[in-house]
């Protein structure tokens, strides 16, 4: 049995660059006796048609300038990735097959099949060659010799017998995509796209656990990513939705490609070989995904109407333009969408039975479930007719409807329709990691947070998460019983589980929210963003991690178009970091941050007045739960440290956290030991504490542990430590226990903008984990 089939197609194989990234992949992902199933590399298919044309026209010039550019093109892939007598070996068989391509089309003899074969078996001979130079023991195989058709039918148990003979289970198996042979030996193809269909027979005859196709996209997507830049990637796709979609010329999928595998277990999956380490979509069978809703565009199409339509003919057609076809019936008539370039070989294959009804036209099929479609009609209707959009033609379907327009649908009209269609019937799953106070107190305001998002999107909390236990429910966990779910139900877990968990969730958006203090969990975040989770964090590790890892989770999380939040991490409820977003997109520079940004360090410093040891107050705020369970993790300064950098990285530094400066809130000799020698000597503290006051009181000041930053003619300067303020400054006048932050910068550059207000305890700061999540579904409207 064969493990895994791998499909790359033709850009996939495009430049020597693509070959090392498909072999990268294969050694990633691949062991002997899997096979990897190959079109031809980049635009060959369509220049040996062209090929065939010109041998058509007997067009001789046509021919010799055309076999020049096949000859430059594997020439240069071959030089680029091989060396020594492989170069050799496949340069002496590239110059004799373009030889006998010659010879063949001078003497009129040249045979349209095996002409196109020729893509196929340079890209396989090609990459087995390349992996073999890399160590990894790979041979090249011809389709010719596994798939026989009798008429054009597949010989199922020859196949299958052929197939376990000449695949060889020590080695990684290349073999051709798009063709086959008849019962003579002649070669034949399986249409055009037809590489996935032969990875799809190939992983039916070898009884495969998993078929891969990868391809230019990262999966099957609501609509083309590349027009819509909301469009939704969506992690399952049921086979008779994909099916469909092939029909109507979807590029990712083409048609035939499911059939092998309808009555098997083998996974098919869609992968990106621009991006390996993105989450794919799986095609899954019928009744274990929901029906999802995609738009798809035509563009320059015919519609045809035939009389007595004969079974069979539409898949002859296909075969014949090389080319998907769609058909359907309306008020008893049956009528074909053609590419308009292949309308005239249509014509004349259906002689006498078919009329042209319109040309040249373009639009749009919504593909969604049945209970959906006449409401999805309407509203087409209205938005082509509010973008002065001409209708030529409609046909709505059981699961599908098709509009006909004069003008093509521009990326700006289709995002209107992706907004209308698609974006209101979108479902997100909430995932909470952190069950503590916080935690629990985000849950309690869930339930009227969806309330009020529920136009939006239909949310689901799916899963909890808490120290080394997990309760996840795909379907959703009862907001108002979730703490008995929990006690019944909830499980160890790996991480391996909790990614597999998210990886399986069928939702079009999935929103992972951090409410714990890990620095381990906020390890994982690169690969939540691989399984294309949104992120929320009150955890500030994330943003305070090394800067070379920071801006790779950055730039995956731009490229994948996922969202990030953490206002929370830095000052509870107060929303400093929309407030720094908010003004530099307005245009202004920040060039001054300073404040107090931990509520235990307010208490502190606001209630000292020197009538009782510093060290009672570190006591007392201890005993009503203020402080870390040992303080001097709040005393050292690395959390307002950790604080000031995540602003820092707000308006735009690549700091590292080392780059702060940080002065403890108590003497070097206290950091160490055991809390017992801290209680020891906390003198030391009272002394240290004392004499800053001392000092202070002299100058008609108080002491504040602040954090500042400063942005001055490009110089930077970050610190985090004791000073001491004028009794009438901002800093001076805090509510015990308060966070303050005071900003300057070009439009606030004498009068400073000043937030403030309560920077701990659990309403205030779920609260702010209830902003983020209100903005992040604002923002995927």
Known sequence: MVDVVHKFGGSSLSSPERYQAVANIVLANSQSGDCIVVSAAGKTTDTLVKLWHSYQYEDNQAQSDIILLLDNHQRSLIESLLKGAQKQKLLSLLNQELATISELAHSNNLHEATLLAHGELWSARLLAAYLDELGIEAGAIDARQLFTLNDGQLLHQKNQQQCSELINKHQINVITGFIAADCQGNAVTLGRNGSDYSATLLGYYCQAKQVSIWTDTQGVFSTDPRKVNKAIKYSKVCRGQANLLARLGNPVLHAKTLSPLKNTGTKLLVRSSYDCDASSTEIVKEGFCKAKRFITTLENIDLLRVDKLKAGEVGELSQLIQHSLHYFSKSGDTYLLVPALATHQVVNYLTGRVNIIESNLNGCAVVAPETDIKHLAEQVVTVLSEQSIVTRFSHQDQDYLLTLTDQKLTSDVLSILHDKLINKSQELALIIAGLGNVGETFIEQLEQQLMRLSAQFNIKLVGLLRSEQMLFSPSGINLTSWKTQWQNEAVNYQQHELLAHLSELDYEHKVVIDITASEGFSLLYPAFVDLDCHLISANKYAGTADNSWYQALRNNLTERNLLWRYNTSVGAGLPINFTLADLQNSGDKITHIEGVFSGTLSWLCSSYDGSQPFSELVLEAQKMGFTEPDPREDLSGRDMQRKLLILAREVGLTLELDDIALTPLMPEQLAGGDWQSFLDNKDLLDTFVA???????????????????????????????????????????????????????????????????????????????????????????
Do not use: C, M
């Open 691 to 781: 004499e800053k006051a001392a000092a202070a009181t002299a100058k008609n000041e108080v002491l504040r542990y602040t954090g500042a930053l400063s942005l001055i003619n490009g110089k930077v300067a970050a610190e985090v430590g004791l000073v001491s303020v004028l009794k009438s400054d901002a800093l001076a006048n805090l509510t015990p226990g308060d966070n303050i932050f005071v900003i300057n910068s070009q439009w606030y550059s004498d009068n400073a903008l000043v937030i403030q207000g309560p920077g701990a305890g659990k309403e205030v700061t779920a609260a702010g984990v209830h902003s983020d999540l209100y903005w992040l579904v604002q923002n995927l409207q």
